[in-house]
Structures are given as structure tokens and as C-alpha cells.
């Protein structure tokens, strides 16, 4: 966390006083990236201000990405970026552990769909095809990393819903369809604002940019396989692309 008080929360009314002092009380480490912050009604009664006041101030700095807000849970300081590296072969587990921490993908919801000309055109089939369409989160060290809407041909992976729901894993999925090695074809990256369902998704304000990768996995005979749309909380998670592995 940068300890450099941030020029646009100096001085002014008193919201913002406030917005400043928990802004240096974060940079010094008293809220480490990660913990939870007092009440609204404690913040207020700590500062002898009203819950107003103390609203403005958060959601401030949860605007300025020094803060994020979790509904019915609280307002926590947001973790510092990691950054996951893109490579031919992408694995949620194993990016997330390239960069030291342990996760996890959680299926949120599932159901066949008839593909559109986009979906269409990246799996190879005919528009209107039947194909699997999964809402995905990921998440890493107990924080939502990425929300994600996954497309499978069908029948070809008609099971991959229950194995995902009981392995966490795509990899585990595939290989349980006979599919042990793939590959990323192509990851497109661009930055956007998140609709409402993805921001609470990812926990973070709507204000705050995402990043979305578009992307197609192949099999060994260069198949398509799976196309995923998957947006990544800007401000958790830096992206590499690899374009070297082997």
C-alpha cells in the first residue's frame, strides 16, 4: 500500500479530513490490506461525526481503490495486486500459485444454451447449437479474483457442471471427458466498466474498471474446446501474457 497521502484527499470538508486520516492510518500498515474496518456507527462515534459523514468518506476511498465494500459483510482495505501470467497452458490453480496464493473456481450458476454467432464462430459449431454456458467466480486467498461466463460444446461435456462443482477445477473437468492436455488459442485483453452484476460479483463499485479476457482453449487437435469471458478486478490483479512457454 502506497504511504504517500494521496493529493486528492487533502484538505477540504470534513468527509474528506476524515477520508485523509483513514488514508494515512492504511499507508502506515494500522489497516493492513486484507482487514475489515469498524462499523460505520464506530467510525462515526471514534470521529464524533454522524454515519453520513463517515458514508461520504468510504465510499471515497472505496472509489480511489483504497478500500472495497462487501455486501452485508462490511468494508474491508483492498488487497494489494498480484499478478497472474496468461500462458499456452492456463490453469486457474496454477497461475494463482505462480503467484503465491491458493484458490479456487466456484460454479455459480449453469445451463445449456443455443450459441450465438460469437459463441458460435469461437467453438467452430453452427449458430443455435446446444452448448454449455457456466457463470464462474474465481477467487484467491477468500477474495473474488474473476467472474467468469464459460462455454463448452455439447455434448461433448455434458458432465463438466458436476465435476466443476465438486473439483473446483476446469482441468479436472476435461480430463474426466478424455481431454488431458490443452491449450490456450487466444486471449484478447481490454478494460471496461463493470456492469452491476459483475461488480458485485467481484465485490468492488461499479466506478471501478475491470479487466475482461476473452479467450479460446483448444485440444491436442486444435479443437475448440471452451471460450470464456472472464473480468478481472482491475485493481487486485496485474496480467502477463506469456507468449514463450513450452
Known amino acids: 500500500m502506497n504511504t504517500l497521502l494521496p493529493e486528492w484527499i487533502e484538505g477540504g470538508p470534513l468527509w474528506s479530513r476524515i477520508a485523509q486520516e483513514l488514508a494515512a492510518a492504511i499507508g502506515k ?8 474496518l469498524p462499523s460505520e456507527h464506530q467510525l462515526a462515534a ?22 472495497r465494500t462487501t455486501q452485508g459483510s462490511g468494508t474491508f482495505v483492498e488487497n494489494l495486486a498480484v499478478d497472474l501470467v496468461l500462458g499456452k497452458r ?3 490453480r496454477h497461475i494463482l500459485a505462480q503467484a503465491g496464493l491458493r484458490g479456487n473456481l466456484l460454479v455459480i450458476r449453469s445451463q445449456a444454451v443455443l450459441a450465438n454467432p460469437e459463441q458460435a464462430e469461437a467453438l467452430q459449431c453452427p449458430i443455435g447449437s446446444a ?6 467466480m474465481g477467487e484467491g486467498a477468500g477474495q473474488a479474483l474473476h467472474v467468469s461466463e464459460r462455454y463448452f460444446p455439447l455434448p461433448r461435456f455434458a458432465q463438466m457442471e458436476s465435476i466443476v462443482q465438486s473439483t473446483g477445477s476446469i482441468t479436472e473437468g476435461f ?3 478424455g481431454v488431458n492436455d490443452y491449450t490456450r488459442q487466444v486471449s484478447h485483453i481490454s478494460a471496461r466498466l463493470p456492469s452491476k452484476a459483475v461488480a458485485l460479483g467481484l465485490g468492488q463499485s461499479a466506478t471501478r474498471p475491470v479487466l475482461l479476457v476473452k ?25 502477463t501474457v506469456q507468449h514463450d512457454e513450452h
Open 175 to 177: 480430463k474426466q471427458h
Open 90 to 92: 492456463t490453469r486457474h
Open 29 to 36: 500498515g494500522e489497516y493492513a490490506p486484507g482487514v475489515q
Open 215 to 239: 479467450s479460446i482453449n483448444v485440444d491436442v487437435n486444435q479443437l475448440p474446446i471452451e471460450f470464456a469471458c472472464a473480468w478481472f478486478a482491475g485493481d487486485r490483479v496485474s496480467l
Open 131 to 136: 452448448i454449455l454456458h457456466m457463470h464462474i
Open 46 to 67: 471514534d470521529f464524533g461525526v454522524n454515519r453520513h459523514t463517515i458514508r461520504r468518506a468510504l465510499s471515497h476511498l472505496c472509489q480511489n481503490g483504497l478500500l
